[in-house]
């Protein structure tokens, strides 16, 4: 081995995740899974899933307070998400600085 070449260029280095990113990534798909749930449980979605997977189903009557509430759901989750997400960082942060 020449003694210009340090072990450490030759071996690749192996990734890793912090984790803040897997706790990060864990709430993001727990949100995302939290409104695919209750996709399933409105009648509109469901009539649209049936549909593309080609089964036949009777139409059920439409619940618009269902439809609305996963509507404000998808709309407003990733926002509020943001905000916790940002809220706890700068919170690290001020904690950190003290």
């Not at 009777?58 to 307070?65: H, Q």
């Amino acid at each position: 081995m020449h003694p210009d070449r340090s072990p450490n260029l030759l071996t690749p280095t192996r990734p890793q995740i912090s984790i803040t990113l897997m706790l990060l990534f864990l709430s993001i798909f727990a949100v995302m899974a939290a409104g695919l749930f209750y996709a399933s449980r409105v009648g509109s979605v469901r009539n649209e899933l049936a549909v593309l997977a080609g089964t036949a189903t009777d139409p059920e009557p439409a619940s618009r307070v269902a439809h609305l509430a996963f509507l404000l759901f998808t709309y407003t989750s990733p926002l509020l998400l943001a905000l916790l997400l940002g809220l706890i960082h700068s919170w690290q942060r001020v904690r950190a600085a003290r």
